[in-house]
C-alpha cells in the first residue's frame, strides 16, 4: 500500500524518537509517500531529514508563525493555538492546502501520526472535501490527562478522536498499554509497533564487576525523564558509582549538578550504541509525576529498542504502571526499580554485580530483539498490515 500524503504534527526527523521509529520501521516505503505533511509548529522546529526536505509542506496555525510569536511571545503563542476554536479554524485552512496538491476526484491514501489535535482535526475537514483512506499510528497520546483519579480528553476532542480511530483502515499504537486502553475506551483493535534496533555485534558489558559501576543514559533531559533521573543521582550519593548523562541539552539541570554525574553532551545517532558498550549498564528514567502519566504508562520510548540490543544490562527506574516498566518486567528482559525510596533503588543497583542475574538479563533482551522488537520483527508486522 502506497500513501498519497503522511500527516502529523512531528516531522520524519533524525532528532527525535518519532521520526527514528518511522525510518526503521517504513524504511523504503517512505520513499512512496508524496508529500510529508506538518500541522503544528513541533515539525518547523524539528525539521525533518534532508532526504524529505523536497517532499516537506509546514502548516504552522496562524498562532505559531514566527511574526506572530515575535509580537506577542512564544508562551501567549502557544496557548492562543490550542484553543479550540483556533485548532478548528486553523484545521479548515490546513485541508484546503492539502485537498489543492491532488486531482479533484482522486481517493486519497494517508498515513496519520496525531500527536494532537491538528492532525485530528485536519483529517476531519480533508474528509468533508474528498475521501480519504487512511492508516493511524499513535506513537503518543498527548491529548489524555489524568486527574481526580481517571482519564479526561479535552472537551470537543474525545469524540473527534474516537471517530478517527474508529474509521481507520487500521490502527497501530505504541504500546500493550494503549492497546488495552484504546479497545476499552473505544473499541478499537489495533497492532503493537513500537520503536527498533538491530543487535550490536561483539563482545557484551563486563557482567558482575565488583567495583564502581559506571551507567549510562542516553536521551532526553526533560519532563518525562528528569525526575526519575534526579531520583536516581540522589540515590548514588556517598557511593563510588557514577552516572554519565548523553543528552542534546546545552547543560544539566541544576538538581542533577552532583558528583556522581558526568554531563557527556551530544553524541552521533551512530555512535550511540558503541558509546553504551563502555557502561555496565544504561539507565531508562521515567517520570514518576500523574501530571506526565499520559506518556509514563502509555509510552514506549524509541530508546528502550536501543537499550535492548546494545548487550548491556538496562536498569530501569519509574512507576510501577509504567508501559516500559511492565513490559521489560514481563519479558524479564531488565532490572527494574519501582519505588522512588534510595534503598529500594540501591538494592537494583546491586543486582548489577551478580553475574548470573545479568546474564540471564542481557540473553532475554537478546532474543527480545531476535524475535519481537528488532527491526526485521516489527518492519514485518509493518508489512503484514500494508500489504495485507
Known amino acids: ?110 498515513l496519520i501520526c496525531p500527536q494532537g489535535a491538528n492532525s485530528l482535526f485536519t483529517l ?28 479526561r480528553y479535552p472537551d470537543g476532542v474525545e469524540e473527534v478522536f474516537a471517530k478517527h480511530l474508529q474509521e481507520a483502515n487500521h490502527v497501530f499504537v505504541i504500546s500493550p498499554a494503549m492497546q488495552h486502553f484504546y479497545l476499552d475506551r473505544f473499541g478499537v483493535s489495533s497492532t503493537v509497533l513500537f520503536g527498533s534496533s538491530d543487535l550490536l555485534n561483539g563482545a557484551t558489558t563486563n557482567a558482575g564487576n565488583k567495583g564502581p559501576l559506571k551507567i549510562g543514559y542516553f536521551g532526553a533531559v526533560a519532563s518525562w525523564q528528569l525526575d526519575a533521573l534526579k531520583i536516581f543521582a540522589d540515590a548514588l550519593k556517598g557511593t563510588k558509582d557514577e552516572l554519565h548523562i548523553y543528552s542534546t541539552v546545552q547543560k544539566l539541570p541544576d538538581a542533577l549538578n552532583l558528583k556522581e554525574v558526568v554531563f557527556k553532551g551530544r553524541i552521533d545517532p551512530g555512535e550511540v550504541l558503541p558509546a553504551m558498550r563502555n557502561y555496565n549498564a544504561v539507565l531508562l528514567p521515567i517520570s514518576f509525576q500523574e501530571k506526565i502519566r499520559n506518556m509514563s504508562q502509555f509510552n514506549i520510548a524509541t530508546k528502550m529498542g536501543e537499550y535492548l540490543a546494545s548487550g548491556v544490562p538496562i536498569l530501569a527506574v519509574g512507576p510501577p504502571y509504567a508501559a516500559m516498566i511492565d513490559y521489560l518486567h514481563i519479558k524479564k528482559a531488565a532490572f527494574t526499580a519501582t519505588s522512588a525510596n534510595v534503598k529500594d533503588i540501591r538494592t537494583s543497583v546491586a543486582l548489577l554485580r551478580d553475574q548470573y ?32
Do not use: C
Open 357 to 388: 542475574k545479568v546474564v540471564e538479563i542481557l540473553n532475554n533482551a537478546k532474543k527480545l530483539v531476535l524475535n519481537e522488537v528488532g527491526t526485521q520483527p516489527m518492519r514485518k508486522k509493518w508489512l503484514s498490515v500494508i500489504n495485507g
Open 124 to 151: 476531519e475537514a480533508l474528509k468533508a472535501l474528498r475521501a480519504v483512506n487512511y492508516v493511524t499510528w499513535v506513537m503518543d497520546d498527548h491529548l489524555i490527562e489524568f486527574t481526580d483519579n481517571q482519564w
Open 1 to 110: 500500500m502506497k500513501f498519497d500524503f503522511y500527516l502529523s504534527e512531528m516531522s520524519v526527523s533524525d532528532l527525535h524518537g518519532g521520526g527514528l521509529t518511522l525510518q526503521r520501521i517504513i524504511g523504503d516505503g517512505l520513499k512512496d509517500i508524496s508529500w510529508f505533511i506538518h500541522v503544528n509548529r513541533f515539525a518547523t522546529d524539528v525539521p525533518a531529514a534532508d532526504e524529505f526536505f523536497n517532499r516537506t509542506i509546514d502548516i504552522p496555525s496562524f498562532w505559531e508563525r514566527d511574526t506572530v510569536r515575535k509580537t506577542i511571545g512564544n508562551s501567549l503563542s502557544a496557548k492562543l493555538a490550542k484553543k479550540l476554536p483556533a485548532i478548528k479554524k486553523h484545521a479548515q485552512r490546513a485541508a484546503k492546502i492539502i485537498n489543492e496538491k491532488f486531482e479533484s476526484e482522486q481517493v486519497l491514501s494517508a
